[in-house]
């Protein structure tokens, strides 16, 4: 059912010393299953098919152990085909077929940060690597350091990225890595010509970027039509002759986490190989809604049919929705039209796409075949959650699962969806014991409306009110779903949400302004982030109507999150304590002139100042005087997206004020935690940290 109130009444917060007088002993009672258990369930990641659809792969993160897994047409009964053991936080990625699909290509490794550093969460003191490896008949290191493997036509080498520029290694053993391209600029997006002979690659320079096409043959570089813009995701038409890609304006000032709703319209070009000259312009958006290139989740952002269409993502009518544009130019065509948007695509290797979409369900995923001509045909539907597909022999491949059961790798060939390695989820998971997040709709404290998702503790609990907690997603490009995610982040934080809600709490997770999935003045929410933090308003709203729910102590309110969820529970914490009793804030940003630095290098706030002056007022630091309610820390000081200094910043503020905080810091640990024992410490922390603060 959904629940949707529109108007919900602030209430009086006792105060949290008298509060804590009137709650029930920690620890009093167990729920019905731990933390380990409804964190078992693998998590796959990378699901990727051979070119003919007869083979899919994926990665499976068994508590800690990544390992590629494979499923043969036509039955497709997964196996194993690694064998890496221990939580050691060594990441499997890049997966990649070659064209007969007999060798799968992957990286296992995460890459460095801006100081070179892989990262070690475990403290190793010898280090760690990050290398490409290949199976054959079985797994065979090739080399490190290496990244976006690409196989060759004939599949007896592989090509890859080191350092930015790119490097060919055939699959002999004893073969040593050669430098392939060595020109300027950041080198990637690889894509092979259909007959093998040229690869386009993308090399950005900063500001602007150029695609480049390398000749096997004759040893050579050509540029495409080179400009001042930024233009990438190259394309091969199915002849091989003409490239297309994507050109979109530079812009050299910056500025982050800030509304943009239209600027410079972006086009789409195509040009000759042979001749670079030829280049002509095949589509350019409109001005206004539009006019500013947003892509979908998918590695490939234009799609090139036998036909001689071009297929794209464009929010001409403020929703990213796919067209299909002649690759000699002239009128779009339409191929989804509505109030909901594309966000994955992939050839289906019929001439049109399969696509995930929040189509008629705005807050799962099920899965579109959409082509030219005709109209989009649903391929899943109900209550589950469907995405990430590939097109496979007789169907398609994708990640599913529904409320209660994590998604898993799942095949649907003509009959009902089934998944490829049953035998791989635990026996204890506790499925019965999961309760279906139902959708609430509620207005913020500035009439915007919200949707959230919520978690009623399973029935047959305590009879008196419980306390409540928020949660905040990260991003703040994300939509959370009514069902478990896709992203192995938010997959985690929806498994606490259950823990959470078997333990008599109530839990809403909001999709405030600025996150995806209802348009794109939603996401582009004006006075949004760095330029007026108006989300604050969504997490009153969500505060108000929780704290207004029957069975919710409206004096015991929390909340939580991580990334931009951390920013907006500081922000919740400094400036309104009197409705949040504790947070737990996960590597929040708590200045934003710091973190667009670290996104920006570019960026000198000394140089903005009206721009500076606004991003801080925008920041939890900013009203950090208001800070009463206690708070828990969580931070790795590896951490790429966030700076540690944040972190630090605001531990200094608070120990001024006399703040109670408590910290959890994972020394070598990045922003996702890749250790599954870190991710577990998190969430016994929090969980102990909202029990004490809160009760239960």
């Not at 919900?8 to 804590?20: E, F, I, N, Y």
């Not at 258990?37 to 508590?63: H, I, K, N, Y």
């Not at 050509?222 to 297309?244: C, H, I, Q, T």
Request: glycine share 12%; proline share 7%.
């Amino acid at each position: 059912m959904s629940c949707r109130l529109l108007n919900p009444r602030a209430r009086a917060v006792l105060p949290l010393a008298l509060a804590a007088l009137l709650l029930p002993a920690a620890g009093a009672a167990q729920g019905p299953f731990t933390l380990e258990q409804v964190f078992s369930a693998p998590f796959p990641t990378s699901l990727t098919a051979s070119p003919d659809g007869s083979r899919v792969a994926w990665v499976f993160d068994e508590q800690g152990a990544r390992n590629v897994w494979v499923a043969d047409a036509p039955d497709f009964q997964g196996r194993r085909v690694t064998d890496f053991a221990g939580d050691d936080g060594t990441t499997i990625s890049g997966l990649a077929f070659s064209r007969d699909g007999s060798r799968i290509a992957f990286i296992r490794g995460d890459g460095p940060n801006r100081a070179g550093e892989l990262p070690n969460p475990l403290s190793r003191p010898e280090g760690v690597e990050r290398a490409l490896w290949v199976i054959e008949d079985r797994p065979r290191r090739l080399t490190e350091p290496a990244g976006s493997p690409l196989f060759t036509a004939g599949g007896n080498a592989l090509l890859f990225v080191r350092r930015g520029k790119i490097w060919r290694i055939g699959l002999d053993p004893g073969a040593e890595a050669e430098a392939l391209v060595n020109v300027r600029g950041s080198l990637g997006s690889l894509r092979l010509s259909p007959d093998g002979s040229l690869l386009a690659f993308v090399s950005s320079r900063g500001a602007h970027s150029f695609v480049g096409v390398h000749d096997f043959d004759a040893g050579t570089v050509r540029w495409l039509d080179p400009a001042v813009d930024r233009d990438g995701s190259p394309a091969f038409s199915p002849d091989g002759g003409e490239v297309a890609f994507l050109r979109t304006p530079p812009v050299l000032e910056r500025f982050m986490f800030v509304p943009q709703r239209e600027g410079p319209p972006w086009s789409i070009r195509v040009v000759s190989v042979e001749n670079p000259a030829a280049s002509r312009e095949v589509f350019r958006a409109e001005p206004g809604k539009g006019s500013v290139f947003s892509g979908t989740a998918s590695a490939n952002q234009l799609h090139w049919t036998d036909d001689g269409r071009i297929l794209f993502p464009w929010e001409r009518t403020g929703y990213r929705h796919y067209y299909a544009v002649s690759a000699a130019g002239g009128e779009p065509e339409a191929l989804t039209a509505g109030t909901f948007e594309v966000e994955y695509a992939v050839g289906d290797g019929q001439g049109g796409l399969i696509a995930a979409t929040n189509q008629d369900d705005i807050d799962r995923r099920h899965l579109w075949r959409l082509s030219a001509g005709s109209a989009a045909e649903a391929l899943t539907s109900g209550t589950g959650i469907e995405t990430l597909p590939v097109a496979v022999q007789g169907g398609v491949a994708f990640l599913g699962g529904d409320g209660r059961r994590p998604l898993q790798p799942m095949v649907q060939t003509g009959g009902e969806a089934r998944a490829l390695a049953p035998d791989a989820f635990p026996a204890d998971f506790p499925l019965e014991h999961m309760v279906d997040p139902e959708p609430v709709v509620f207005a913020s404290a500035d009439g915007m409306e919200i949707h959230g998702q919520l978690f009623r503790p399973a029935a047959g609990g305590s009879e008196s009110p419980g306390p409540g907690v928020l949660f905040l997603h990260g991003g703040s490009r994300r939509q959370m779903l009514l069902g478990w995610h896709y992203m192995g982040y938010y997959s985690n934080c929806y498994a606490f949400h259950q823990y959470l809600a078997s333990r008599g709490v109530t839990v809403i997770s909001v999709n405030y302004r600025s996150g995806t999935g209802y348009g794109m003045e939603f996401r582009e929410a004006l006075n949004y982030g760095a330029s007026g933090g108006a989300e604050h308003q969504d997490v009153l709203g969500a505060g108000r109507t929780l704290a207004d729910m029957a069975g919710v102590d409206g004096d015991r309110i929390g909340l939580w999150g991580g990334s931009y969820g951390g920013y907006l529970t500081a922000m919740g914490l400094s400036r309104a304590s009197d409705l949040f009793a504790a947070g737990v804030d996960i590597h929040g940003v708590h200045d934003w002139n710091r973190t667009i630095q670290g996104f920006n290098p570019s960026y000198e706030p000394d140089h903005h100042p009206e721009q500076q002056r606004l991003a801080f007022e925008s920041s939890p630091l900013s009203t950090v005087d208001g800070w009463r309610s206690p708070v828990l820390l969580v931070h790795g000081d590896d951490d790429r997206n966030v700076p540690f200094n944040e972190t630090i910043e605001l531990v200094e503020k608070l120990r001024e004020l006399g703040v109670e905080h408590e910290l959890l810091i994972f020394p070598d640990e990045v922003h996702g935690f890749l250790r599954h024992e870190n991710w577990l410490e998190v969430f016994r922390r929090s969980a102990d940290f909202f029990e004490r603060h809160l009760g239960r």
